[in-house]
């Protein structure tokens, strides 16, 4: 047992109000450089939609992740067998267009325009040349735009569903979205590790931040087509690549992430997992349908004192066990099991955990009646207005059963707090709905105040980064903001 | 000297003996000047980023062109006799000549195309910078030397061993031999002219990434993790276990 601890996250999106708060608490920290104006290292996605870059789950496109080839796993696009042939040009590299040009706008022609009948307007400019363009595209381009053929027809997660499943989706009056927050998940496994020719890319051993070591990064790229989050970019300016550093700098001054400290619907949880890093290649090796399980039991439990002797042994601070006894990461993830991984199946074993959304609507209005979908205790989740089948698509690998758990068990917690507060169900029912959702009453008043009322320090439950023992975490954060921001220590100017 | 030096003389003498000592040291002191002091700015640059389509028909042909050629070139340096042994059967002589030239044709078609994408498109130009026209330049000088060379002083592969490796060996032995090439036609004396010429501007332009090609890529584990604490220090002592 390699027993090693990982900052980890989970997202949950029935909270989610999709208002873009952490998009811009990052880009103003990171990536208002240039080079970097069209890099969202933490974005938010309509779902269904076809997100950013445009369809950057079609891995047919981007060929991101790994995929199981004779008994043993190999990254879809640029691996040791084909970084020779592929070096000079990466056949599956996406580029601006598959994002989106960035541009502002020509404030001083508000100023220089002259006197005329019209009132003068602010021209869009290219950020990259300067010149006037046609916006075509942006980051959040789908947003709110559910049912529309362009973008939620084409999400690549519909794949699988039958017609009529994808007909009720963007039906009038019955169209249906959720927002889907997203980061770097600083996966187990990361692709954009295994292809970064420079050894740049690494995994911190401490916490497990996924970094690329600016000064090693030679701008070879494989990482942007090899991460099938496309959450490494490319900055065409320094010739660098770039992606999320879960704030290391914050995380290490004992602060929150931006993305997860302004987060208004408050649906971010950030905590230690200790995993056992000896199972890693085994378990992303394994049948598609036995991933989403075999991933959990990676996680260890930071209260076993055969785990907390293991992690000792191998150097992970009491300070770190601690907070991995107190993660919430670690209660939604394993102890409720209510939080899954994006797309397990890209084998990769991201770290960031999402709640499903209990987006299904229970009831429908029959004439000015309440009419309650209901089969026995629970609503019928197969005629909820997201199908099952989506949802699995999504956060895991298309078990549908892993996803009704899910959501099943919110329901009961939902119907049990209503019998509680509001007293219009019958109490014992509700308790009966809390058994049958493998759940209990204990369980639920957990899942409902971490759920609900959760402080800041019970969302954000940061390990200490005893700076006083690692060297290179020695530096002011503060000392680098704007013109790096992480850990170089000379200009990052473009060579010549 | 003798007496009767013309200026011819010391052209020749600065082409053929200074300037590529010029070259060398540049070559390596600021390379490994710039690695240390400015390393970060060790990058390919790449713009495939900004343009994806062009891109394919200027990068392909020109890198495997231009390691096909340079290739050549190194073995008729490195391994002459045997070369001169090889090209004794006309039938391989003729393989290895039009192999090279084919590489070279690639490496034009390729060089031809990144100066199309370079001024055609809005964004590629915009990381353009005077030191890419100067490389851009010097290397399109050297590949129509080059070609040119081969088309019109054939049997290069065969002459290179016999005058231009001893010549290039003179130089490496600190003795150098300027007897060697000041016969050879001006065509080929522009290419080494260029050649060493390229090798100056190498340390200061893009070239340098041609330096940090990823070989340990090859043979390294597939994950990279990096520990910036000492595992086994960070322990408290009181939780310390003894094996």
């Known amino acids: ?496 | 000297m003798a007496e009767n030096t013309t200026l011819f003389d010391y052209l020749n003498l600065f082409w053929f003996t200074v300037l590529p000592y010029i070259a060398l040291f540049t070559f390596f002191l600021v390379t490994i000047q710039r690695y240390r002091g400015k390393g970060f700015t060790y990058s390919s640059l790449s713009s495939q980023f900004l343009e994806n389509k062009v891109h394919f028909w200027a990068m392909v042909p020109f890198h495997y062109g231009i390691l096909v050629v340079l290739g050549g070139h190194i073995l008729g340096f490195l391994l002459p006799n045997q070369l001169l042994l090889w090209n004794s059967n006309p039938m391989r002589l003729y393989i290895l000549e039009i192999s090279g030239f084919v590489g070279g044709v690639f490496t034009l078609v390729g060089l031809i195309n990144i100066i199309i994408r370079r001024l055609t498109d809005a964004r590629t130009k915009m990381v353009t910078s005077a030191a890419d026209w100067i490389v851009i330049s010097v290397l399109l000088f050297q590949i129509c030397t080059g070609l040119y060379t081969a088309i019109f002083h054939s049997w290069g592969s065969s002459w290179f061993a016999a005058s231009m490796a001893p010549y290039l060996w003179s130089i490496v032995k600190f003795n150098p031999t300027i007897a060697y090439v000041t016969p050879l036609p001006l065509m080929v004396k522009l290419h080494i002219i260029g050649a060493f010429s390229i090798i100056t501007l190498f340390p200061f332009t893009r070239l340098v990434h041609a330096l940090v090609v990823p070989n340990p890529y090859l043979w390294r584990k597939r994950q990279v993790v990096r520990w910036h604490w000492d595992r086994k220090k960070i322990r408290t002592p009181e939780f310390k276990i003894n094996k």
């Open chain 1, 1 to 496: 047992m390699d027993v090693r601890s990982q900052i980890s996250m989970v997202f949950h999106l029935d909270k989610c109000i999709g208002c873009h708060t952490c998009s811009i608490a990052c880009k103003n920290i990171w990536t208002d450089r240039k080079g970097t104006e069209y890099m969202w290292w933490n974005n938010v996605e309509t779902k269904p939609g076809t997100g950013y870059p445009t369809r950057w789950e079609d891995q047919e496109k981007y060929k991101g992740g790994w995929e199981k080839l004779n008994g043993s796993i190999r990254l879809r696009s640029t691996g040791k067998s084909r970084i020779i042939p592929n070096i000079f040009h990466h056949p599956h590299q996406p580029g601006m267009d598959d994002y989106y040009e960035p541009w502002t706008y020509k404030y001083d022609e508000l100023f220089t325009a002259p006197e005329g009948n019209d009132q003068p307007t602010a021209r869009p400019i290219s950020m990259v040349t300067g010149k006037y363009i046609d916006i075509e595209a942006g980051p959040n381009w789908d947003d709110d735009l559910s049912g529309s053929p362009v973008y939620a027809a084409n999400d690549p997660n519909l794949k699988g569903l039958t017609e009529e499943q994808k007909m009720q989706l963007s039906a009038i009056e019955r169209l249906v979205f959720f927002y889907f927050p997203r980061i770097c998940n600083h996966c187990l496994n990361p692709s954009c590790v295994a292809s970064c020719p420079s050894g740049a890319l690494h995994k911190r051993g401490e916490d497990g931040i996924v970094l690329v070591d600016q000064e090693r990064c030679r701008g070879w790229r494989s990482c942007i087509p090899a991460c099938p989050y496309k959450k490494t970019y490319y900055n065409w300016q320094t010739g660098k690549s770039e992606k999320c550093i879960l704030c290391f700098p914050r995380i290490e001054t004992g602060q929150a992430p931006a993305c997860f400290h302004s987060c208004v619907g408050r649906i971010r949880y950030l905590g230690v997992l200790l995993y056992d890093a000896d199972k890693i290649e085994d378990v992303a090796n394994l049948p598609s349908d036995e991933l989403i399980d075999a991933h959990r039991d990676m996680i260890l439990n930071p209260h076993d004192p055969e785990v907390i002797k293991a992690a000792k042994a191998n150097g992970v601070h009491d300070s770190i066990i601690k907070s991995a006894q107190k993660s919430p990461v670690y209660k939604f993830v394993k102890e409720w099991g209510i939080a899954l991984p994006p797309h397990i199946e890209y084998r990769t074993l991201p770290m960031l955990f999402y709640v499903p959304p209990m987006l299904p609507v229970m009831t429908s209005m029959d004439g000015n009646a309440k009419k309650n979908m209901c089969e026995g205790l629970f609503p019928d989740f197969e005629k909820s207005r997201v199908p099952m089948e989506f949802l699995a698509n999504l956060f895991s690998g298309g078990n549908t059963g892993k996803v009704r758990y899910t959501l099943k068990k919110q329901m009961a917690v939902r119907q049990y707090r209503r019998a509680v507060t509001v007293g219009d169900i019958d109490m014992e029912a509700a308790k009966k709905m809390l058994v049958a959702a493998d759940s209990s009453v204990e369980e639920a008043e957990g899942i409902y105040n971490l759920t609900s009322l959760c402080t800041f320090e019970e969302r954000f439950v940061i390990p200490p980064a005893n700076r006083e023992e690692a060297i290179q975490m020695m530096q002011d954060p503060l000392e680098h903001k704007q013109s790096v921001g992480f850990g170089l220590l000379e200009d990052p100017e473009r060579g010549a």
